[in-house]
């Protein structure tokens, strides 16, 4: 009898209709697009999934997987949405809206509490229309297919202190403008550079990027080495945190894990795997992106280019829904040693050759001393200005001026933007700061800048024959060049790529 009871149970749970974490109360789904809804039960088995007046029947596949999808629906809710089988699911508090995956590195994790003006803007995020899933960090080896300790969180103050300062704001601010409800795939890890996020094949199909792969190889293999190191360092340090406790003092930095450790963060793919590749079958919108300050170096400087290009269109591949919007952060005003920030953002900006894509610029809202600035609320507006303009073909100024042309005009330059908006401008009424040109030696000075319309004139006593230009060509640039709108300029250089 025992037996027979304990097959029977076996069965039983064989049998019950399974859902990934992302299928789950207070989702949100994705309006105007055939929406995908999956899970598992017994092959063979009839499932019938019901949303408001629209059902939908399929049969599970002998690995065990269902899916089905919906017909578009129009932004709304909430709606009750059930799965039956053997057993049956019911999903609470469902929204139609829009889907965004925010995705990156700290600038991307950055807590809503620790950003500009936090306490009143925590306070006033009463926003049910928002919902946010936060993806846990999660290095895998393998791609994953589901994800654990995850669930669609509403907007309010008690859960937005812990969201994404620059997905809230960009949420936020389409809610507003679009009149719909937002929801927010939140994937992201700090510290982490692109290759980690980047799917192996796409990184093996391409011989360029085998450095990262090489590279990670080389670590691996040295690690036991440098995990003796790291044990070695880890115990000092343990003493002088205790010491400087014990001293009302602060505690120095804990030691880093060594790269090439099993499971390490930066591990080539091993972010896709395990937070991008669960969220390949949900129907979203497209995807904002903050992140290259790990890829900043003199290697990663020629390489980025490629590396970001081939992770957005490899994204773009395995979501399965053509060249969905991809818009990102250019990396903010910073003085980081040994370093060269300039060269990524021009990667950045020539990334913009890819078909729908955009660019939200944050050299005027950085912080020298500091890899994350604070002010997320402008870096969220005009990623949302730029999804305004590229995935709803809204007609507004979204971008700052960017350098289109240049003339030499006997001993000055002068220089051609689109993007000028109501026309060209000094910030704050100033001088215009930030140019530099050169003779053909490359030789680069200050140059005096001066509007004219919407062009710019440069010249400098010590370039007689100018050929090249430079604008906010440093890692922390003083520039000032704006459209009326008030959005800067893109730094750029035409000495090259």
Not at 127 to 156: G, L, Y
Not at 275 to 287: F, K, N, Q, S
Request: hydrophobic content about 40%; overall charge positive; aromatic content about 10%.
């Amino acid at each position: 009898m025992k037996a027979i009871v304990l097959t029977l149970l076996a069965c039983a749970a064989q049998a019950a209709v399974k859902l990934p974490a992302l299928i789950s109360d207070n989702m949100v789904l994705q309006q105007r697009m055939p929406v995908r809804i999956w899970g598992s039960a017994t092959p063979g088995e009839e499932v019938t999934v019901t949303l408001g007046q629209t059902s939908v029947k399929a049969f599970t596949l002998e690995d065990g997987r269902f899916e089905v999808f919906l017909p578009p629906l129009n932004a709304g809710g909430p709606y009750e949405m059930t799965i039956a089988g053997s057993n049956t699911i019911t999903v609470k508090n469902v929204l139609i809206g829009e889907v965004w995956v925010a995705s990156g590195q700290s600038n991307m994790v950055w807590l809503l509490r620790n950003s500009t003006n936090a306490e009143r803007e925590i306070a006033a995020a009463n926003h049910p229309q928002i919902r946010f899933f936060q993806v846990k960090t999660t290095v895998a080896a393998t791609p994953q297919t589901d994800v654990t300790d995850a669930s669609w969180k509403i907007c309010t103050p008690e859960n937005a202190p812990v969201f994404s300062g620059v997905a809230y704001f960009f949420a936020r601010h389409l809610m507003e403008t679009r009149g719909v409800p937002i929801g927010i795939l939140q994937s992201a890890v700090g510290g982490t550079p692109a290759q980690a996020w980047t799917r192996h094949e796409a990184l093996f199909d391409d011989v360029n990027l085998h450095w990262y792969l090489d590279n990670w190889e080389k670590a691996v293999k040295s690690y036991p080495q440098q995990k003796i190191k790291y044990e070695q360092a880890l115990a000092r340090w343990k003493k002088e945190a205790a010491a400087a406790k014990a001293a009302g003092k602060q505690a120095p930095r804990a030691p880093q894990q060594p790269q090439g450790a099993p499971g390490h963060p930066h591990s080539p793919s091993g972010l896709y795997n395990g937070m991008i590749a669960p969220l390949l079958d949900y129907v979203i919108r497209g995807a904002i992106w903050y992140q290259g300050e790990a890829n900043a170096g003199p290697t990663d400087n020629e390489l980025y280019r490629r590396l970001f290009g081939a992770m957005i269109l490899d994204w773009r591949k395995q979501w399965g829904q053509g060249q969905f919007p991809f818009l990102w952060v250019q990396l903010a005003s910073f003085n980081p040693p040994g370093r060269e920030w300039a060269y990524v953002r021009d990667s950045q900006t020539a990334t913009l050759e890819l078909a729908n894509t955009g660019q939200a610029l944050a050299i005027d809202a950085g912080e020298p001393n500091d890899i994350h600035p604070k002010d997320k609320l402008t870096v969220g507006t005009r990623l949302a200005l730029a999804a305004r303009a590229v995935a709803y073909g809204e007609k507004i100024v979204h971008s700052g001026p960017v350098q289109r042309g240049v003339t030499r005009e006997r001993n000055a330059l002068r220089l051609w933007f689109d993007h000028v908006g109501s026309g060209l401008a000094a910030k704050d009424g100033q001088a215009l700061t930030g140019f530099r040109i050169a003779n053909s030696d490359r030789r680069f000075f200050k140059a005096e800048a001066v509007l004219d319309g919407n062009t710019v004139v440069l010249s400098s006593p010590f370039v007689k024959e100018p050929v090249y230009a430079r604008y906010a060509w440093e890692s922390d640039p003083v520039a000032n060049l704006i459209n009326k709108e008030g959005l800067p300029a893109v730094p750029f250089r035409t000495d090259g790529k």
